[in-house]
């Protein structure tokens, strides 16, 4: 599985959420919502600290990274993150390799 952040994306996450280099940016499984692979989940993102990774891109010393317990959600599909830009907002894609 792969990590994929789009240049706008990353942008859009110094901007927004003032993330620095050093800094984490986790994805994760959060209940609630749904997503194209389970009902009642979602994906959930927050500035955290690592604790087990399972998947992890740097950018410009960010790190972006899904928790091994998390992997699950992604069911082995890699996460591209991207930028909405009429709407300046993140968009998902879930691509199989």
């Given amino acids: 599985m792969k990590l994929i952040i789009s240049d706008e994306a990353f942008q859009w996450f110094k901007r927004?959420?003032?993330v620095v280099q050093g800094k984490s940016i986790r994805f994760y499984a959060r209940y609630g919502g749904s997503s194209p692979f389970h009902e009642a989940f979602s994906l959930g993102m927050t500035q955290d600290e690592p604790?087990?990774?399972g998947v992890e891109t740097v950018k410009e010393g960010i790190h972006?990274?899904?928790e091994k317990d998390d992997l699950w959600f992604f069911n082995d599909h890699n996460l591209h993150v991207k930028l909405d830009v009429m709407m300046d907002e993140l968009k998902y894609d879930y691509i199989k390799e």
């Fill in 64 to 66: 972006f990274y899904i």
């Fill in 51 to 53: 604790h087990d990774i």
């Fill in 16 to 18: 927004e959420m003032e």
